[in-house]
């Protein structure tokens, strides 16, 4: 059963557009988001978060939307570079136990030159 | 250099072989975990340890066996591993479980268990 889900395996888009990553979850009860990056050979690196409280927080070319009612949130990359190709990780710390991050399977993103 | 750092980068392990992982991070953290990363599904949490305690078994098999000396120091003990072990195994930190999602995580292990 996967509380978060990123339905979209991958998603091309061209260098310079925005690139629009989704994240579905099933939890009402969550309360906080995480997006994470990471490139292979590498191990994950925090990108962005947002609080339940608000609905968008932003941070550079990183914007990252909450959708409370329909249990959704996305990260728009504008505008995307080469640089930003990757695998994205949605995630969100769960209400049992030890509050740990559940994570989505992951997007990976390419940035077409 | 992230700030975690994990030894091997890449393991070769037959079914019958035992070999350790090892993760390191000096950033003054005390909750560490490991994480095992498949293709094409989510990371899934084996392990956590809050200040040198374990917190967190997943119900992970006993082949897997975790060992904390202190909080600077992670090791995963592999034992009689099965194929479908390979996978991308991953450290992380972060200040303290459970109020810090912020983790850094090491390059990762990637296991080949032939």
């Known amino acids: 059963d996967q509380q978060v889900k990123q339905n979209s395996p991958s998603l091309s888009v061209q260098e310079g557009r925005i690139s629009i990553l989704n994240c579905d979850y099933t939890?009402?009860?969550?309360?906080?988001f995480l997006w994470y990056k990471k490139y292979p050979a590498e191990g994950p690196t925090f990108l962005i978060s947002?609080?339940?409280i608000k609905d968008k927080n932003e941070d550079g070319r990183f914007t990252v939307f909450l959708n409370k009612s329909a249990k959704h949130l996305s990260l728009h990359i504008v505008p995307s570079q080469p640089g930003d190709s990757a695998v994205y990780f949605c995630?969100?710390?769960?209400?049992?136990?030890?509050?740990?991050?559940?994570w989505g399977a992951g997007t990976k993103l390419i940035i077409k030159p | 250099e992230t700030g975690v750092t994990q030894t091997p980068r890449h393991l070769v392990m037959g079914m019958t072989n035992k070999k350790s992982l090892k993760c390191e991070q000096h950033?003054?953290?005390?909750?560490m975990y490991w994480y095992k990363q498949s293709a094409k599904k989510p990371l899934e949490l084996m392990f956590v340890?809050?200040?040198?305690?374990?917190?967190e078994n997943n119900s992970v098999p006993s082949r897997f066996s975790p060992e904390c000396p202190n909080s600077s120091h992670l090791f995963l003990h592999l034992h009689t591993l099965q194929p479908e072990d390979s996978a991308l195994y991953l450290c992380?930190?972060?200040?303290?479980?459970?109020?810090?999602?912020?983790?850094?995580f090491g390059s990762g292990t990637r296991l080949t268990v032939v």
């Open positions: 992380a930190s972060s200040r303290t479980q459970g109020l810090d999602y912020g983790y850094t």
């Open positions: 950033l003054g953290h005390n909750a």
């Open positions: 340890y809050n200040f040198k305690e374990q917190t």
């Open positions: 939890n009402s009860m969550f309360d906080y």
């Open positions: 947002i609080s339940s």
């Open positions: 995630a969100a710390p769960g209400r049992d136990s030890n509050y740990q991050l559940i």
